[in-house]
């Protein structure tokens, strides 16, 4: 199939779908070509692996498994990423080292894009330049919202939280669902993948415009601004926050919404939206789900309350702590019944590299940042207080004892929109992975339930 015919069938407004067909490579297969070219393979290597270890069985489920949450429990497959308790995770099997290292950057940029994870999310492959600038400017031509998308953000009250509005504007996106249309119409499943691949392209490509009109109607910020057709996805989502001018703030967002995008599939974002595409739902509406998923403080606030605690810290004992007044306020903490935010993961096992990107970061644009030096001082403190008190498998730092920390230095102080740039960043993930669910025929997902008197009807006799 040719790139230009890939174009054509882009389901965009007639102006952005004629700006869309015109960024279009021909130098290069587009990201929807490649895929093509790639399904019929993976198809063939899934099937070999269901047919070699189809019959195979995992280590057995416990009971306590059941009433935890079904941690650890293998239930899922998710190609785009695969957390190591040691390693942390990988994304098509690369280390978030050599993502940082391999995948392109903007012009004068040192942060990877994300544009580039996403390829590499989709396919496996790490994109070339021109791939990443191709998609880059397919983003922006979709990026223009419905009127009636419009009006819905600005007739939300500026006190209904961002993510509430946030879950409202992409829910409304379902409207021009192609998924939804070719369903109805009796596409063949074989094709489930395409119109999935330009919903989640369209959905993707949006998030920043919403984002965008949320942040400027809640915290008065003004109308929002063109997109620019010639800059990178991150670029226009800092412009539309306000922060477009801020160079270092805009490698941030490179930086953040590439290492966030995904994290396996067992997570309460990922598995909401794995879950709820997996009854066909279109990939606006399992987004949807996976945002009120993230939404909640368990998951996707935790960043927030990391920096909530930190400030409170740096209030009480001033620029410059010392480490032992550091150690009593830990503990202070600890003996209140609190939890120590931002340390400890439910898989890794070591100090999440997420953190350590973040770290290295901020050791090149903020090293004096009082609460980065705080940060600093609790990276070197905590794990051991941690580990006296019996508190953590893992008493090490996670990806939320730093990000809040970074979008606060940079003056984007209002801590309920950062799970709204959570929510950006973990579509990347969510949406490439559904296009495989529907490229390789996954069916609704079933597990098995039990009753307390089930189970103990089951046991009572061994």
């Not at 949450?69 to 040691?86: C, F, K, N, T």
Request: hydrophobic fraction near 40%; charged fraction near 20%; glycine fraction near 8%.
């Amino acid at each position: 199939m040719s790139t230009l015919r890939l174009a054509a069938r882009l389901p965009t407004r007639a102006g952005a779908g004629a700006l869309a067909r015109r960024w279009q490579s021909t130098k290069q297969p587009s990201l929807k070509a490649r895929l093509a070219e790639l399904i019929p393979e993976h198809q063939a290597y899934v099937k070999d692996i269901k047919t070699k270890y189809g019959g195979k069985t995992f280590a057995p489920v416990q009971v306590d498994q059941l009433y935890g949450g079904m941690r650890g429990i293998p239930a899922l497959i998710w190609e785009g990423s695969v957390l190591d308790p040691i390693e942390g995770i990988r994304f098509r099997n690369y280390t978030i080292p050599e993502i940082s290292e391999k995948l392109p950057k903007a012009p004068g940029g040192q942060e990877p894009l994300p544009e580039g994870l996403f390829w590499l999310l989709v396919t496996g492959e790490i994109p070339t330049q021109e791939q990443v600038d191709s998609l880059s400017k397919e983003w922006a031509a979709r990026a223009g919202l419905p009127e009636f998308v419009e009006e819905i953000i600005d007739r939300c009250p500026p006190t209904l939280h961002p993510m509430s509005q946030f879950s409202l504007a992409v829910t409304a996106l379902n409207h021009d669902s192609a998924f939804a249309k070719a369903y109805s119409e009796g596409i063949s499943k074989k094709a489930y993948w395409e119109p999935t691949f330009e919903d989640s392209m369209s959905l993707i490509a949006k998030l920043p415009t919403i984002a965008g009109r949320i942040y400027r109607n809640v915290y008065g910020q003004g109308k929002l601004p063109a997109i620019d057709a010639e800059k990178d996805y991150s670029y226009n989502l800092s412009n539309f926050l306000g922060f477009g001018e801020n160079g270092q703030f805009v490698e941030l967002m490179r930086l953040y919404l590439t290492l966030h995008s995904d994290h396996e599939g067992g997570n309460v974002s990922a598995h909401t939206g794995k879950l709820v595409g997996s009854a066909l739902s279109d990939p606006f509406l399992s987004y949807a789900a996976a945002l009120n998923g993230l939404a909640g403080p368990l998951h996707g606030l935790a960043n927030q309350e990391v920096l909530v605690w930190v400030q409170r810290m740096l209030t009480k004992l001033g620029k410059e702590p010392t480490d032992d007044q550091v150690k009593q306020y830990v503990w202070d903490t600890l003996n209140s019944g609190t939890v120590v935010p931002g340390y400890g993961h439910a898989v890794l096992r070591k100090t999440d590299p997420r953190y350590v990107a973040q770290r290295e970061f901020a050791l090149k644009h903020l090293p004096d940042d009082p609460l980065f030096k705080l940060v600093g001082q609790l990276y070197k403190v905590v794990p051991d207080i941690l580990l006296e008190a019996g508190k953590a498998k893992n008493p090490w730092p996670n990806v939320d004892a730093h990000s809040g920390v970074l979008l606060t230095y940079y003056g984007l102080d209002q801590m309920n929109f950062y799970t709204v740039l959570f929510g950006i960043s973990r579509a990347l993930g969510v949406s490439a992975q559904l296009i495989w669910d529907r490229a390789l025929g996954f069916g609704i997902e079933r597990p098995k339930s039990y009753s307390s008197q089930a189970i103990e009807k089951i046991f009572k006799d061994q």
